[in-house]
């Protein structure tokens, strides 16, 4: 015999199981990022896994509705889609699957295919599920309202865990919040059928990560894990999605790129500083010169836990604006002595949109003339191709570029170097030649031209150097 909800208990169980849908998608995604990173290849497999399992959790739903009561069922699901992200969206959940040994991509699928796709599944059974609990009227009327009322817990959902939970509470409260929609709607549908033992276990593993959150880390929020950890000489390190982001201790010194960073900034006279990417805001701590910097990061929470990380008041930890750094260029004068890009994702990525020529040449027009432009790359064994078109990229606009491998033993060979994992800090200075794409050719080859008007550019300029000398005598 099929037993109806009431239109508000079912109202309820729609919309959060629409809640526990989306957010298990974003959180999924979110717990993604310090160690696959947030590109579009990553977010392209989580996307397509889940919505897979949502057609098929569609489709056995329907099947599901037609034998006998749906009510015991819809309560199963449920409980199960608690128990199954309260796990997966949970610390030991993503440690487990990140611990395959396979490339990154192959272990984000399986993460989708094992930890993700079932929760999808589940829930999508229970809309059907739901359906069937629905006062009966008109089918098309009922299934436009079931479809209207998960959607909307969709859009709550997602606003909710991305506006709200994320920034004030953090990720283990967004997570429990997912697990709580679906066991509270469980019990809603059915409080004698659902076992109370596995909504309490259902509880624990967002439980853990509550105290994990609170003990272990500054913050989480929906840009990035933030720890800071002691180290060896009274250092601390600030770790951002598990990578080890900035150094700083009583001197102010910092990892070796950055010394150099600073090194060379001073030596060159560019004081005026726009930094992309906070990462702690220690750059220009302890450098041999007064640098004037802004930093600019799309967490604005940054400024708080650098705070906390150098260990002074919010006012002096720097000139800070929390924007993405392509929105914050756009809408910023130009004449900056020196721009500097140091943002990643995670250990092995940038993000993409500041690897392109397009965001080069808005650095650029934002430049001084002679100003320069650092970028600093993670480079890695194996990664020829990346780093290839990275900088091809890069030369693509600034026609004067270096780079210096920091973080090295300077014993260490010259091809020996390659097969260790290093920093690269690129210096492009902002040059009349940007853009230039001649090359020479056995059909047009001007390269003695090119020389000759080089050499009497030269000439000019020696004979005006020594007029000028005489002058001045």
């Known amino acids: ?273 726009l930094v992309l990417g906070a990462a702690g805001m220690s750059i220009g701590q302890g450098a041999p010169c007064e640098l004037q910097i802004t930093f600019v990061d799309i967490d604005p929470e940054q400024e708080k836990i650098a705070a906390q990380f150098l260990g002074v008041p919010e006012d002096k930890a720097g000139e800070f604006a929390g924007k993405d750094a392509r929105t914050y260029l756009r809408g910023s004068a130009s004449g900056w002595q020196a721009i500097v890009v140091d943002a990643f994702t995670n250990p092995r990525s940038m993000p993409r949109h500041l690897l392109t020529a397009e965001f080069y040449r808005l650095a650029r027009s934002r430049l001084a003339d002679g100003g320069s432009l650092y970028v600093n790359h993670l480079a890695y064994p194996g990664e020829e191709l990346f780093l290839t078109r990275a900088e091809r990229t890069l030369r693509s606009v600034f026609s004067a570029c270096t780079f210096r491998a920091a973080e090295l033993p300077s014993s260490m060979g010259w091809h020996e170097e390659a097969s260790f994992n290093r920093n690269l800090l690129f210096r492009c200075t902002k040059s009349p030649l940007d853009g230039d794409r001649v090359i020479y050719s056995d059909s047009v080859s001007r390269a003695d031209l090119d020389r000759s008007l080089r050499l009497r550019r030269y000439r000019d300029h020696r004979t005006m150097f020594r007029e000028g000398d005489s002058t001045h005598e």
């Open 1 to 273: 015999m099929k037993r109806l909800l009431s239109p508000f208990a079912l109202g309820f169980v729609l919309l959060a199981e629409g809640w526990a849908s989306l957010g298990t998608e974003i959180l999924a995604l979110r717990r993604l990022t310090p160690w696959a990173g947030s590109s579009v290849d990553v977010t392209s497999v989580l996307l397509a896994v889940y919505l897979a399992a949502l057609a098929g959790g569609y489709r056995r739903g329907g099947r599901l509705a037609r034998l006998g009561d749906p009510r015991p069922r819809l309560a199963r699901r449920l409980a199960a889609a608690a128990l199954w992200s309260a796990f997966w969206l949970s610390e030991p959940g993503i440690l487990l699957a990140f611990s395959l040994p396979a490339a990154p991509l192959a272990q984000t699928f399986a993460y989708a295919v094992v930890g993700i796709a079932p929760v999808g599944w589940l829930l999508a059974e229970c809309v059907l599920l739901a359906h069937a609990c629905a006062a009966p009227r008109d089918a098309s009327e009922r299934a436009g309202g079931v479809f209207a009322l998960s959607t909307v817990g969709n859009v709550t959902g997602a606003l909710a865990a991305t506006f709200l939970l994320l920034p004030t509470l953090g990720l283990a409260a967004a997570v429990f919040s997912v697990m709580a929609a679906s066991a509270a709607a469980a019990l809603v549908v059915s409080h004698r059928s659902v076992s109370v033992h596995v909504l309490i276990l259902a509880a624990c593993w967002p439980s853990l990560d509550l105290w994990v959150e609170a003990t272990q880390y500054v913050s989480r929020n929906a840009y990035a894990d933030y720890q800071i950890v002691a180290i060896d000489d009274d250092a601390r390190v600030l770790v951002i999605n598990s990578q080890y982001a900035s150094r700083h201790d009583p001197q102010g010194q910092g990892w070796e790129y950055a010394e150099l960073l600073e090194r060379t900034l001073c030596g060159a006279g560019e004081l005026r500083v």
